[in-house]
């Protein structure tokens, strides 16, 4: 790889994603479609020399390959809100592996694990069946069907899949509206029940991760699991992140009452009531392949990460 582009770059993936490649002296475009929020991103990462910013619409190839210009891999974090996804995923991915055919270049797909459905092992590896019982589900297995299909003969794509997430970063992600309000100060919910252990990624170490796995040529073709440190409670969670914060309003759990009610107003919240079957039979990823083919996972652990990404949210609240 000598050079890439990000797709979604500010966003929750995509944040970190373009920092990591960046950081490790890639040749790196960071496509979105707002330039402040690029322009946002580029201050953060102190204006490396090897970023290049790019704002276009991942719907339209055309502004791919022109963005692209010259890039080999083409890491794809772009996402649709749940309540888009059947819409608008499939007409996405068509747009990228068009991009990717155009300019002769590898593809990088962030997925998550809803197409596999209901967990059949404790740990899963990459040939765990793929049997999706949700909408979402379903559209997700399609969407890796597209990124695979034969009509893109030639391309080179790859699926990484991470569990839930969080970081600074993780707008996106089950947990980021907890984690801001405590770094806040500020009563919030959790989704989910708060005593089951569930596995949860931090960022950072995902996307040291996906870069590994992308930087060899035979990691293409295939999927690959990005297991996260441990599985942990959200109790767990939740306390880890009131002492970071010196601060303890009240946090209370969000079933599947709570949630139908607000998704009278919320269209997102409507639709993670069918998603919070991962919350009561946790899908907890093995990385047994990665350590196999690529080396040891470095983690950091939920302490110190949970504590890291509080600490990053109070100072993005100070600033």
């Known amino acids: 790889m000598k050079k890439a582009i990000v797709l979604g770059a500010t966003g929750g993936v995509g944040n970190p994603l373009t920092a990591e490649l960046a950081g490790r002296g890639f040749e790196t475009i960071a496509f979105g479609r707002s330039e402040g929020k690029l322009r946002s991103l580029t201050k953060e990462l102190g204006t490396p020399p090897q970023l290049r910013l790019a704002t276009g619409d991942a719907f339209n190839p055309d502004d791919i390959v022109r963005a692209a210009a010259g890039a080999d891999v083409i890491f794809h974090s772009a996402n649709m809100p749940y309540h888009e996804m059947e819409a608008k995923l499939l007409p996405l991915g068509e747009s990228v592996m068009e991009a990717a055919i155009r300019i002769g270049a590898k593809v990088v797909v962030v997925d998550g694990i809803y197409p596999y459905g209901r967990r059949t092992t404790d740990k899963a590896t990459e040939e765990h069946p793929k049997n999706p019982h949700t909408r979402k589900g379903k559209v997700r297995l399609a969407y890796e069907q597209l990124i695979f299909s034969q009509r893109w003969a030639g391309a080179k794509p790859l699926i990484v899949r991470l569990p839930d997430y969080y970081g600074p970063s993780a707008q996106a992600s089950y947990l980021n509206v907890t984690m801001e309000a405590i770094a806040a100060g500020k009563p919030t919910a959790f989704i989910g029940n708060m005593s089951v252990p569930r596995e949860y990624v931090y960022l950072p170490d995902a996307v040291r991760m996906i870069v590994n796995i992308a930087l060899r040529d035979e990691s293409y073709g295939q999927n690959w699991h990005i297991?996260?440190?441990?599985?942990?409670?959200?109790?767990?969670?939740?306390?880890?992140?009131?002492?970071?914060?010196?601060?303890?309003?009240?946090?209370?759990?969000?079933?599947?009452a709570g949630l139908s009610l607000i998704g009278l107003f919320n269209p997102v919240m409507k639709e993670v009531v069918e998603m919070l079957y991962l919350t009561e039979e946790p899908f907890v990823l093995s990385g047994e392949k990665y350590e196999r083919e690529i080396g040891p996972i470095e983690w950091t652990p939920h302490e110190e990460a949970i504590a890291a990404t509080i600490r990053s949210l109070m100072s993005k609240n100070e600033a």
């Open 227 to 256: 297991p996260g440190s441990g599985v942990i409670a959200g109790k767990d969670i939740v306390r880890i992140a009131r002492e970071a914060s010196g601060k303890r309003k009240a946090v209370v759990p969000l079933g599947r």
